[in-house]
Nanobody
Framework: QVQLVESGGGLVQAGGSLRLSCAAS????????MDWYRQAPGKQREFVAR???????DYADSVKGRFAISRDNAKATVYLQMNNLKAEDTAVYYC?????????????????WGQGTQVTVSS
């Protein structure tokens, strides 16, 4: 069973930067697609960024050009570098792991969420 633990959240001024980390326990990290989602007060959880098991990345339009997702399989960690932060980026950020479809037959299905880390951007 893999557990996900986020860190790196905090309070930052608009225009500043933060780097979130999500450390995964367990030995099957490299078989998983890794996502970051966020949920602002009173809003639904929304997709932010994804890096799949092959290293391909995808981003929500609202963060393209400002955020960068990366992964280190040796450290079983996924990162979200957030630059030029805006007040509307304020949210709880969640790490999500899902077994990559190409590995489901080999490693079985898996889907899990971290506990979240708060990011607050002051304007």
């Amino acid at each position: 069973q893999v557990q996900l633990v986020e860190s790196g959240g905090g309070l930052v001024q608009a225009g500043g930067s933060l780097r979130l980390s999500c450390a995964a326990s367990g030995s099957t990290f490299s078989f998983n697609d890794m996502d970051w989602y966020r949920q602002a007060p009173g809003k639904q959880r929304e997709f932010v960024a994804r890096v799949d098991s092959a290293g391909k990345t995808d981003y929500a339009d609202s963060v393209k050009g400002r955020f960068a997702i990366s992964r280190d399989n040796a450290k079983a960690t996924v990162y979200l570098q957030m630059n030029n932060l805006k007040a509307e980026d304020t949210a709880v950020y969640y790490c999500h792991a899902r077994r990559s479809p190409v590995f489901i037959k080999f490693a079985g299905e898996y889907d899990d969420w971290g506990q979240g880390t708060q990011v607050t951007v002051s304007s």
